[in-house]
């Protein structure tokens, strides 16, 4: 991929995150160059469109005898040649029974369709389908957003029992969940105590058992009562509804964006992989829901994301959480009924445009159809089409039809045929929604707040790449890098307070044994105080690699009229970590020492310690200060050590208002293990005091 100048386009985090606007945001596998992929899962030029293709009997058992010549693939309407047709099988079902060469004696032939497809070229040299033995990548998907208090203990009990009951020795399983964020509990592990020590933690989490937003049905009893008490106008009612719509739309969109991120993660493993999303789902459309002005159709959202999940041969079976109380007992009545009738809608057509299954309608117990699910997929075919010309970015219908009578065939409707830039720009929007599940390259991130010249609250970011994890290309000379790196500080209400974004070019000596140390990238902003979550994203633009992370931020209402201190830092002097400041040069206060934004440091180290003192009270008399500094380091093993106590006096004719504080850290003697440095600061005049900490590990 050539490397792209600021000058020439707009950095495509930018575009991310003026797209993910307010309540947004595994290290990719290469793909052997000789094996046909889908579209967007390798970097090189895209050979094949990968349909999976399950096929049961009348006992919902998987038919595993299937020719080339029985299968017929519709794209856009219309039959097309069929490049390849394999049949993937787990090693329980490949031992279990695997096809014949040729058909036994005496046996008779298919029988064709009633309708049967217009002859069309398919696979030369028909024959049986020799099984490939391959593992599926289970996905168990916590959906605890979407409900109005959180996510129920049944959906976690079902998936215990679900695992409990076994899978394929080549299955692998991952356990994800998002409620008020999202998280990855188990990336993918064969180990069923690893992925059974997931579901413990999220059980245990009150993010997804309690961090339900959907308030659908207290917004439509207020609507309702608002609306008589108010006259029961259709203005203020539909303006009213205008407001809770508002708010579903972004619980929408943060789910769709979520789920595009994991997709998006899911297209770089080859195989297929079965999502268990266990959800209430959502109406596609919440105008609809409170009778709003203006109604909108979302469906092109629905359609886009499931059929980008199709192309990366992710499928979606949804499991309801809405249980009994669904549309179909007729237990609700009213509004209610039909939102959660539209709920399960939304949920169904992400299964069947998927080529999914939906399980619903029952309160307990959903291992039961989850097996079913699994037992089918033990044994299933691919399909592989070769589209025409170069990818176009649009959606295309599919369809595949089995000449064989009495078989049930589920495939996914469509895909999306995804260009390069398509791609970057989905995974870099996937990678602020989630960026747990983007560590390609690993990105630290490290948050410090401080106080301008004229007392405004300002915020600096932080971001340490190791130079390992980059491609570092010789140019004039040096080694160098060319990235972007773009990051959001958004606050506990959704609200996007800051974003930036900046094309760089990192230069670094020229030979590789000079040490690869981090590159550090700072950008600074101003910042009013409160509680805030910081996401950054990197990409390398020669490898396209991503990486990215997030941590919560609190900044302080630092008083003019009271003793203050910025966050207290650490810093390694003289490493050779390198520094770039996405700033203009010369703007805001500079940190002493590039940081040590991942603080994990040797025995045999002095690190330095630094930190900014604001405004101390003046005596009135006298007019000087006097503040009293203390520095020990904690550790639970080996207690406290105290570093420093001395008072420090400013004279009258001293009329700062800051002063910067540095003082080294010798660890010599301290034994492995993670401490706390606290420094700690007390104004004898105003008879106050402040404290800061930071955590640091020895090795």
């Known amino acids: ?51 999976d293709v399950v096929v049961t009997d009348r006992r919902g058992l998987p038919v595993k005898d299937l020719r080339p010549e029985d299968f017929t693939l519709f794209v856009d309407g219309r039959p097309v040649k069929i490049q390849s047709v394999d049949l993937q099988m787990t090693d329980a079902a490949t031992t279990a029974a695997a096809p014949t060469p040729q058909a036994p004696s005496g046996s008779q032939p298919p029988l064709p369709t009633s309708e049967p497809p217009p002859p069309t070229p398919t696979i030369e040299q028909p024959g049986a389908i020799r099984p490939i033995p391959t593992g599926r ?3 168990l998907f916590f959906d605890g957003l979407n409900c109005p208090r959180g996510l129920g203990a049944e959906a976690i009990l079902s998936a215990r029992r679900f695992l409990q009951e076994g899978l394929s020795p080549e299955d692998e399983v991952m356990v994800v969940g998002l409620g008020r964020e999202f998280k990855v509990y188990q990336n993918f592990t064969p180990d069923m105590t690893a992925a059974l020590s997931a579901l413990d933690r999220v059980e245990e989490d009150p993010q997804i058992r309690q961090g339900g937003e959907d308030q659908t049905e207290s917004h439509l009893n207020l609507q309702k009562e608002l609306g008589s008490f108010l006259g029961g106008g259709r203005l203020t009612v539909a303006s009213m509804g205008e407001a809770f719509a508002s708010d579903d739309v972004r619980r929408m969109e943060r789910f769709f964006a979520v789920l595009g991120a994991l997709t998006g993660v899911l297209r770089t493993r080859e195989g297929r992989k079965e999502v268990f999303l266990f959800s209430d789902g959502f109406p596609i459309n919440p105008e609809a829901v409170y009778s709003t002005l203006h109604p909108r159709r979302r469906t092109d959202e629905l359609l886009r994301t499931s059929q980008e999940a199709s192309s990366a041969q992710v499928v979606l079976n949804p499991v309801s959480t809405l249980g009994l109380t669904g549309p179909e007992t007729g237990i609700l009545a009213g509004p209610m009924a039909w939102v959660r009738a539209a709920s399960t809608r939304t949920l169904s057509a992400l299964a069947l445009n998927t080529g999914g299954v939906l399980i619903h309608g029952t309160n307990s117990h959903f291992e039961g159809p989850m097996r079913n699910i699994e037992e089918q997929t033990r044994a299933t075919y691919q399909l592989g089409y070769a589209p025409e010309g170069e990818p176009d970015g649009k959606l295309h219908s599919t369809r595949v039809v089995v000449r064989r009578k009495e078989l049930q065939v589920r495939a996914q409707e469509g895909y999306l045929w995804m260009t390069e830039a398509q791609r970057r720009e989905r995974e870099t929007i996937s990678a602020y929604a989630a960026p747990e599940l983007f560590r390609a390259i690993p990105v630290s991130l490290l948050v410090r707040t401080y106080l301008e010249d004229d007392g405004k609250p300002m915020v600096e970011v932080a971001i340490a790449v190791s130079e390992s994890s980059l491609l570092l290309l010789p140019r004039e000379g040096r080694r160098t890098a060319h990235l972007e790196a773009g990051g959001l500080l958004r606050s506990t209400d959704g609200k996007v307070e800051k974003r930036f974004s900046r094309s760089v070019k990192a230069r670094l000596p020229g030979k590789a044994d000079t040490g690869a140390g981090d590159l550090t990238l700072l950008v600074r902003h101003p910042v009013p105080p409160g509680e805030y979550e910081a996401v950054v994203v990197v990409r390398d633009l020669d490898s396209g690699e991503v990486g990215a992370a997030r941590m919560p931020v609190k900044v302080p209402a ?3 009229e009271h003793l203050a201190m910025s966050s207290l830092v650490l810093s390694l002097p003289g490493s050779a970590s390198g520094r770039i400041d996405l700033d203009k040069p010369g703007s805001g206060e500079r940190l002493l020492e590039v940081p040590a934004v991942t603080p994990v440091f040797t025995a045999d180290e002095t ?11 003046r005596d009135p008399a006298s007019g000087e200060a006097s503040v009293i500094l203390l520095a020990a380091i904690h550790g639970s093993d080996a207690g406290d050590r105290p570093l420093l106590s001395l008072r420090h006096r400013i004279p009258a004719k001293d009329t700062r208002d800051s002063f910067p504080i540095e003082f080294p850290l010798e660890l010599k003697g301290l034994e492995p293990g993670r401490y706390e440095l606290h420094l700690q600061a007390w104004d004898e005049v105003d008879r106050r005091g402040v404290l800061q900490r930071v955590e640091f590990l020895v090795r």
Do not use: F, N
Request: hydrophobic share 45%; charged share 15%.
């Open 137 to 139: 990548g289970i996905v």
């Open 1 to 51: 991929m050539p490397p792209t100048t600021l000058s020439r386009r707009i950095p495509l985090l930018l575009v991310a995150t003026l797209l993910l606007g307010p309540g947004l945001a595994p290290a990719a596998q290469k793909t052997t160059p000789d094996k046909p992929t889908a579209p967007g899962i390798q970097r090189e030029r895209v050979s094949l469109v990968l349909i």
């Open 607 to 617: 690190v330095s310690a630094s930190s900014v003192l604001y405004h101390p009270r």
């Open 558 to 560: 630092l008083s003019p």
